[in-house]
């Protein structure tokens, strides 16, 4: 048989509730920034890989030829370097664009050096081009103020291309007789 009590007393238990959600807010909150700064991460670093993709497509012309917006020939180091920063900048205008390095070289048996892609003396049809942007990842932090959460320093877009200069070729200008 089983016997109740009525006038058994519980314990109480006020403001428990409260000092359960006053010990895990910090934790939320720092999952939180964490997800945001991860997600931040992952943005910068398609930005920093298409803002190299982009210069790369420009050296591979290995064309002289003017371009109207920056007034310089197309696959001129200067022009691959303004398309960059131009991409950088219309990606996020909140990017700070001062740090950034914009290496392009020309790649031969594993040994680097330094090319200008507009001048038809420095390559060759079928040259590879190396195109790397380094990107201080401060530049793309949403608040200095805020403590790194992850530990990266720069970030670097690295793409390898080849040269798609036309060879030249010789026209014969007379008209075959049948």
């Avoid at 048989?1 to 006020?14: D, S, T």
């Avoid at 920034?33 to 290995?62: C, D, Y």
């Avoid at 950034?100 to 079928?126: A, C, F, N, R, Y």
Wanted: aromatic share 6%; glycine share 6%; hydrophobic share 40%.
């Amino acid at each position: 048989m089983l016997i109740r009590q009525k006038n058994r007393r519980h314990p109480r238990r006020e403001g428990v509730a409260l000092l359960e959600f006053v010990a895990v807010l910090p934790l939320y909150i720092l999952l939180i920034l964490g997800v945001w700064e991860g997600g931040r991460l992952f943005h910068a670093m398609q930005i920093t890989s298409n803002s190299a993709r982009e210069g790369a497509r420009l050296a591979a012309r290995g064309d002289g030829s003017n371009d109207i917006y920056h007034n310089q020939p197309l696959s001129s180091p200067a022009n691959i370097r303004a398309t960059v920063l131009d991409y950088i900048t219309n990606s996020d205008s909140k990017i700070v664009t001062t740090g950034i390095i914009i290496d392009i070289k020309k790649v031969t048996g594993g040994v680097e050096t330094d090319v200008d892609p507009s001048d038809k003396t420095q390559v060759t049809q079928l040259d590879q081009l190396r195109v790397r942007v380094t990107v201080p990842y401060d530049n793309f932090r949403w608040s200095i103020n805020v403590p790194r959460l992850i530990g990266v320093n720069s970030l670097v877009g690295t793409v390898d291309t080849r040269c798609l200069l036309d060879q030249p070729f010789t026209l014969d200008p007379t008209v075959p007789v049948w």
